[in-house]
């Protein structure tokens, strides 16, 4: 997400922090390569210029360039620029007074409306609601029978699905119909569209008459760049939007979506699609987008992420036996493999930690294809095996290659690296009593 952006900034920002005192003209040097990086971005040209105009005007402030740190005080105008930039505080959706709260999901066709509908209701449901999906798409082949798989995915009623008729008849249908099952949400899946088409916008606004929602939501891809900004004002002007989900923000996104649409529109970026997965979708938030652009970091959202993926249960188990001074084996350090997997690419964690620059991601050895190749490793071996790792000899250390795919020089770095760890964390289980105290509290540590 924004790699090119960040790297980019990350470089004319890196030069600020480097000099002792910055003149007018290295100011006006450094942001001239800030404008060429956000326009590379595809980020709307008025929305740069103006972005610009505002850093500018801050940072030739006296307190600024005569500071004893000029360069921070530049990134931090920087931040607070593209936090504004952004849409600042995050937008709460709007909640019915009395339930169903509906939401509406347009957008052009190939945008990931259906995908991203099912990630809403299963966003929803993790929070303790009840959502409910409609299919409201007769147009495109089989756009209903994939919203109807999603659903039964993660457990989530479709109460109506296109059966001839119109759009607006069976979207208040399918209201009444949650209404009488209980349901707290109610997820219109419009058919895909092109704002220019005006048949199809005009049904669009008589939907929207028939049912009311309480927030129409705009789908749009995010690698679409400034077209995306001219693809949100058609909808804007004729149905009203309440909020944007940008998705593909996973992939190769320049940035020019995100950075332009509240900025020409006022339109808050609510969701952000990060993957493919039901769970890889994450609430939009101002600042800490800001801090990922600039290289900053992300630990807040890495949290959420643990949260909503990790088994709780099973990561108390593992510290348990860590810190228990048990015996951690080969099925334990698949376990936690599979729980790293879970919160998505290692790479992609990596980026939320602060401190960590795409140069460094570089130079490390985050190739997703060598965790499966670790765990097909030890999914080659027997129960007895990954309970007792000092039982593998050279044959069997030579079928698990076999077994597995991979040359037996790659077993045997696995077992020496696992060696090493269960050898370190013996010794965390031994100190953990001494730093935690009697009694299991930190007073040690404090006094």
Known sequence: MFERLS????GVLGNFRQRGVITDRMLKDGLREVRRALLEADVNYEVARDFLARVETRA????????????????????????????????EPAEAAVPPTVYMLVGLQGSGKTTTAAKLARRLKVGGDRPALVACD??????????????K???????ARPEGGDMPTLAAAALDEARRAGVTHVLLDMAGRLQVDEELMDELRRVKASVRPHEVLLVADGMTGQEAVRIARGFHDAVGLTGVILTKMDGDARGGAALSIFGVLGVPIRFVGVGERPEDLTAFDARRMAGRILQMGDIVGLVERAQQTVDLDETARLEEKVLGGGDFDLEDFLRSIQQ????GPLKGLLK??????????????????????????????????RKNPQILNGSRRARIARGSGRPVHEVNRLLKQFKEMRKMMKQMGKLAPQLMGKGGDLSRLIG
């Not at 147009?139 to 659903?151: F, G, H, K, S, V």
């Open 153 to 159: 995915a993660i457990d989530v009623p479709l109460v």
């Open 340 to 343: 790293i997997q879970k919160m």
């Open 352 to 385: 939320m930690i602060p401190g960590i620059k795409s140069g460094m991601l570089e130079q490390t050895d985050v190739d997703p294809k060598r965790v499966r190749h670790l765990e097909a490793i030890i999914l080659s071996m027997t129960p007895v095996e």
């Open 7 to 10: 790297d980019r900034l990350d």
């Open 60 to 91: 030739l402030g006296e307190d600024v360039l005569s500071s004893v740190r000029p360069g921070d005080q530049i990134v931090k105008i920087v931040h607070d620029e593209l936090v504004d930039l952004l849409g600042s505080a995050p937008v």
């Open 138 to 151: 007769p147009y495109r082949p089989a756009a209903a029978d994939q919203l109807e798989t999603l659903a």
